[in-house]
C-alpha cells in the first residue's frame, strides 16, 4: 500500500494476529512505545499470555556483552581502565544463568 511505511505494516500485522486476544489492549499500549521486533523477541523467549509484563522485563535492544557491561557500569560505578580488558561475554554468560534473557538482539529478565 502507497504511503504506508514497513513499520505500520509490522504493527498492523501484529495487531490482526491478537485481534482476537485477551492481550489485544496491552499490545496496543506496547505498541505506541516499543517496536514490533522487541514484543516478538520477547513472544518468542517468554510465549504469549505474558504481554503485561513486558515493559519490567525490557532491558533494551543490545547483545548479551552489552547488557553486562552497562549493567557493571551503571549499577557498581565500574571504571576500568582502556588497558584492562574484561570478559563481558563470560559476564553475561553469568548473569543469564540468574534471570536474564537474550532473544534477537533484545534483552530480558526474567523475574517479572
Avoid: H
Wanted: net charge negative; with cysteine; aromatic share 14%.
Amino acid at each position: 500500500a502507497r504511503g504506508i511505511t514497513t513499520e505500520a505494516q509490522e504493527k498492523e500485522e501484529l495487531l490482526t494476529e491478537y485481534k482476537d486476544s485477551d492481550e489485544l489492549e496491552t499490545l496496543q499500549e506496547l505498541l505506541e512505545d516499543f517496536s514490533v521486533d522487541a514484543i516478538r523477541a520477547f513472544v518468542e523467549c517468554f510465549g504469549t499470555g505474558e504481554l503485561v509484563c513486558f515493559a519490567d522485563s525490557y532491558q533494551g535492544e543490545m547483545t548479551g556483552a552489552e547488557f553486562a557491561q552497562q549493567l557493571a557500569e551503571d549499577c557498581y560505578g565500574v571504571d576500568v581502565p582502556t588497558f584492562v580488558e574484561i570478559d563481558w561475554q563470560a559476564s553475561w554468560e553469568n548473569l543469564e544463568r540468574k534471570n536474564y534473557s537474550e532473544q534477537d538482539g533484545f534483552v530480558f529478565a526474567c523475574n517479572f
